[in-house]
């Protein structure tokens, strides 16, 4: 059996009892076991967290990000130690993450969620809105999240505290560890709290029909949100049915549009691959916003594909430049990718491969206005500059799959922000700032924060001013007294 145990945190209860072995390659407490008390069946039990006063969920998330300081957390340090063995991620950056972890449970980071995600008055109460009432409430909720960066267990603790709704979040198998390790410390800190009780945590093998047939219901489980890949997703679709609504994260890939100001001078080349490096390095490129497809619009005749090349070469050794924290060499390089950089090597006349001699990463050059054809599977700091001589072409080359596109200048991004939508593209950033996360603002073209909240109308009317059948015979007169 496996040296590595991973608890299940079910309504403030650690559970480490009836071990099983997972294929991941570690055990914990068998899921079948644990359904008696996992769902929320009886939806009235949400009430005592939607009583809670949203001031005092931003409190005790401020209390459990202050707990959450890598240097004296058992849990973390733990689970750092535990998750090279699980992620793509090398030790150092898994490291710089857990360091970010306390930043987004701030007060000032919670308050930016709810107001600018959902508007906190809704959280509090009933809020007038002509005729109506309007009021925000918390939905009981499955959590399926993905493992590529161990932040995204954090965001759904945080999103699901917000929204003061019941959650299970389905701990992924390449983290297995961040999301008991932040629970456990909630567990620590307000074991009694409504807001611990809500919150669980535990492992289940994708597609364990056994245990899913017991969980998603709609009598217990009102929505699902699901990150990841196209398994993850499958996986869950086989439950659908009315009265339980799929909040779906998809794998997306992200791209780059350089205009021409980023080549009309020295300065302006290197800072610009500086700052493309980033998008593309950081996280070692195992985000669906890091950088993969990098339009650059140097021309395509004899002079723009020298720019070009010169471009692609000083971008891979910014590359090499980023600090550990932020992105190393990959620990397992995808050999089929690399047979497919080997075969680029062979065709000097249609592309130059910089670098990926080793997992250091590549940067491979077109020398025509297309793509590589296995554009879907770069990774570890792989990148394909692509030269052309329009960036408003670049967005032809996009599609609904299309999450983030950096951009250079900003002006050139004001110029594209209303057309690359059409084509399917989701967020445009400052070029160099793909990887940087705000979750008071929308994803992947939507709201998720928002669809996560069950919105409830209280709508009052007057016989002696609105007929009943107004809205259907506007000559209807006006009425006083008893509707007959």
């Known amino acids: 059996m496996s040296a590595v145990f991973v608890p299940a945190v079910v309504r403030g209860r650690v559970h480490e009892a009836d071990p099983v072995e997972f294929p991941a390659g570690f055990h914990g407490p068998d899921p079948v076991g644990l359904l008696p008390v996992l769902p929320l069946r009886d939806p009235v039990a949400l009430s005592d967290l939607q009583s809670v006063p949203f001031a005092e969920v931003v409190d005790l998330l401020a209390e459990l990000g202050g707990q959450l300081a890598l240097s004296r957390n058992g849990?973390?340090?733990?689970?750092?130690?535990?998750?090279?063995?699980?992620?793509?991620?090398t030790a150092d950056v898994l490291r710089s993450t857990y360091l970010q972890l306390p930043g987004?449970?701030?007060?000032?980071?919670?308050?930016?969620?709810?107001?600018?995600?959902?508007?906190?008055?809704?959280?509090?109460?009933?809020?007038?809105?002509?005729?109506?009432?309007?009021?925000?409430?918390?939905?009981?909720?499955?959590?399926?999240?993905?493992?590529?960066?161990?932040?995204?267990?954090?965001?759904?603790?945080?999103?699901?505290?917000?929204?003061?709704?019941?959650?299970?979040?389905?701990?992924?198998?390449?983290?297995?560890?961040t999301a008991p390790a932040i629970l456990r410390t909630l567990v620590e800190l307000a074991p009694e709290h409504p807001l611990t009780r809500h919150l669980s945590v535990l492992y289940w093998k994708g597609g364990d029909t056994g245990f899913e047939r017991g969980l998603y219901h709609p009598a217990q489980v009102e929505k699902v949100v699901a990150w990841g890949g196209f398994g993850s997703v499958q996986h869950v679709t086989r439950y659908l049915r009315p009265g339980l609504e799929l909040i779906a994260l998809d794998p997306k890939l992200s791209a780059t549009v350089i205009g021409p100001e980023a080549f009309a001078s020295e300065a302006a080349l290197r800072e610009t691959a500086r700052l493309a490096a980033a998008d593309v390095g950081v996280l070692n490129q195992e985000g669906c916003f890091n950088a993969r497809v990098i339009y650059a619009a140097t021309g395509t005749d004899e002079a723009g594909l020298a720019t070009a090349l010169r471009w692609g070469a000083m971008l891979h050794e910014e590359v090499q430049r980023l600090p550990a924290a932020?992105?190393?060499?990959?620990?397992?390089?995808?050999?089929?990718?690399?047979?497919?950089?080997?075969?680029?090597?062979?065709?000097?006349?249609?592309?130059?491969?910089?670098?990926?001699?080793?997992?250091?990463?590549?940067?491979?050059?077109?020398?025509?206005?297309?793509?590589?054809?296995?554009?879907?599977?770069?990774?570890?700091?792989?990148?394909?500059?692509?030269?052309?001589?329009?960036?408003?072409?670049?967005?032809?080359?996009?599609?609904?799959?299309?999450?983030?596109?950096?951009?250079?200048?900003?002006?050139?991004?004001?110029?594209?922000?209303?057309?690359?939508?059409?084509?399917?593209?989701?967020?445009?950033?400052?070029?160099?700032?793909?990887?940087?996360?705000?979750?008071?603002?929308?994803?992947?073209?939507?709201?998720?924060?928002?669809?996560?909240?069950?919105?409830?109308?209280?709508?009052?009317?007057?016989?002696?001013?609105?007929?009943?059948?107004?809205?259907?015979?506007?000559?209807?007169?006006?009425?006083?007294?008893?509707?007959r």
Do not use: C
């Not at 090597?345 to 020398?367: C, I, N, Q």
């Open 104 to 177: 987004l449970f701030a007060p000032e980071a919670v308050w930016a969620l709810a107001e600018r995600a959902i508007g906190a008055e809704f959280l509090d109460g009933w809020v007038s809105s002509g005729g109506a009432a309007v009021r925000a409430f918390g939905a009981r909720a499955v959590h399926v999240i993905a493992g590529n960066n161990p932040i995204i267990a954090a965001i759904t603790v945080v999103r699901s505290a917000v929204t003061r709704g019941d959650a299970i979040i389905k701990a992924p198998a390449n983290d297995p560890v």
């Open 326 to 483: 932020l992105s190393t060499p990959a620990r397992r390089f995808d050999p089929e990718l690399r047979e497919n950089l080997r075969g680029l090597a062979a065709a000097p006349d249609w592309y130059r491969v910089v670098g990926g001699r080793g997992g250091e990463g590549a940067v491979v050059v077109s020398l025509s206005a297309e793509p590589v054809d296995f554009r879907d599977a770069l990774s570890g700091r792989v990148a394909n500059v692509v030269p052309i001589d329009d960036p408003a072409e670049a967005v032809r080359a996009m599609n609904s799959y299309t999450q983030t596109v950096g951009v250079y200048p900003d002006s050139l991004k004001r110029v594209l922000r209303d057309t690359a939508p059409l084509y399917g593209v989701q967020r445009l950033v400052s070029l160099g700032y793909a990887t940087h996360f705000r979750p008071e603002v929308p994803q992947d073209g939507m709201e998720p924060t928002r669809r996560m909240i069950k919105w409830i109308t209280d709508e009052s009317y007057d016989p002696a001013s609105t007929h009943p059948f107004a809205h259907m015979a506007p000559d209807a007169p006006a009425w006083a007294g008893e509707v």
């Open 75 to 89: 849990f973390l340090q733990e689970a750092l130690s535990l998750l090279p063995e699980f992620s793509d991620l």
